[in-house]
């Protein structure tokens, strides 16, 4: 089906889809169930940001192999990425699933909105950066190229609109307060037992610390720039932080869903 301009609808991949949905349903579900589900919801978010990660990583080595090595070397398959590579990206996409899951429970509904219009946006980005690319690019390297390029900006502007958000929604006064108190007043309870509720608790402690700080250092200190200035750039990173792993995920369920369109033509012999 085509649009009017008479090109493709960009398509919008059933795993992509589903990801997106389980994210939204797994944050919405009671602090039982959440718990519950959380390992499962780690393991597997762990491995759709490994494999996006893992693609980009594989494509930058190849370039370089290519640009150094001749094509008939033995050397090719040898550095091409194994054990070494998938270990260390496994281990830091489990580090961006466990912040991405746990800053999901936190984000007000109203977040979803943005969180939503990235994954669509996502989506129209990639169909129009593969039409501009199409000329210039090796095709069977057109669609990792177009997700490669996809990340930063996607993941800049969403970590914007984040901090956007935070920045209209109230914040605890805690002007006066002690940190202890400050904890005590605002640390929400729920199933502190739960690993997920161990995370949460972790989070939430962070987030007081840093409002705290500034509070009372701007108010009793008189020290508004700089701490405004850090306690902003902290913000700007917990929620770039959110941003590029939500991105990465769904970088890797655009690539799963790749991967399995191309294994046919592979087994037919095409490229």
Known sequence: MKGPSGHPWPRFPLLLALSVLALLLWSLADSAWAGWLFPLAWVLATQLIAVGSLEAARLRRRAWL??????GSSWHRRLRGGAVMI?????FAALL?????????????SAWTLLLAGAIGLCLARAWLRRRLVSHVIAARLPAVSRRLLVAPVAGLLALALVGMAFWRPQPWLVGLGWEAALLRHLPGGEGGSLLGFFERLAATAEITRAWAMQNAEVQLSLDAPLALLG???MLLTQGAVAWAYVR??????ALCGERAAAPRRQ????
């Open 249 to 254: 995920l769904l970088i890797g369920a655009d």
């Open 87 to 91: 270990v260390r990206h496994q281990l």
């Open 97 to 109: 699933a466990l912040v991405l899951l746990v800053k999901l429970r936190g984000l007000p509904l």
């Open 66 to 71: 290519g640009q150094y090595l001749r094509e």
């Open 268 to 271: 037919e012999g095409r490229p």
């Open 232 to 234: 902003w750039m902290l």
